[in-house]
């Protein structure tokens, strides 16, 4: 019986924020239950040529659903070379059976093997966007935060608080959300989330951004150096 066409889903942006996303996704994909047997998780930055990735995809996509009508693969923390490598074999009419979720960080979009990528991929991009020495977007920002300090369970905080934090944020999502988590800890239910409690516990991160752009620009991440210029 032929399978259905492979289903190919991009998701971009911190790991926050990318990891829980890509978990809900593929759960629409392959129920929770039937994971152990019809998920197979892969990282690129496990394989030391591009070409090795390919490979173990192909294998991985080409298995049959023990439990589901379909596989699921999940290729993690994807590099430009995996990149240039995967987009053929996305392109190939006969590529077929298993979705496959990929995630990753940043991905430069003005490279050609990119542009295939997003032409065959249902894109999901969740980067924050950051402007000069790395400050994250306002706007995005309160949205991020907002949204943080309501899933613990705390009022929605007000402009004060939020302009409190965003002079503090720094350009890593993690370790802001982190710091949020932290902050909502100490914050009672009652009263909600503060600018005092803000300007009191949180840690200031918005000075960071020179050590992160100098680690972008040694390891050749290009184009996240650029964005924090």
Sequence with gaps: MATEPAKVVLLLGDAELVLPAARKIIDQIVAPANQATDLEILRATEFD??????????????????FNPQ????????????????????EDPAFSGASVVITAASLDKRTRASKQLLAVAELHDLSVASGH???LDGAQLEKLVSSRVTANGLPRPDAQTLRAITA???VRIGELL???????LLTEVEHGLS???VATHMRDQADTWVFDLTDAISERRLADAEGLI
């Design 49 to 66: 040529e591009a070409e090795a990735v390919v490979g173990r995809l192909v294998a991985a996509c080409s298995q049959v659903g023990m």
């Design 71 to 90: 596989r699921c693969v999940w290729l993690r923390d994807l590099t430009p070379a995996a990149t240039e490598a995967v987009v053929e074999l996305f």
């Design 133 to 135: 020495q790395g400050r």
């Design 168 to 170: 503090r944020a720094g």
């Design 178 to 184: 982190t710091e949020i988590d932290r902050l909502c």
């Design 195 to 197: 600018a005092q409690t």
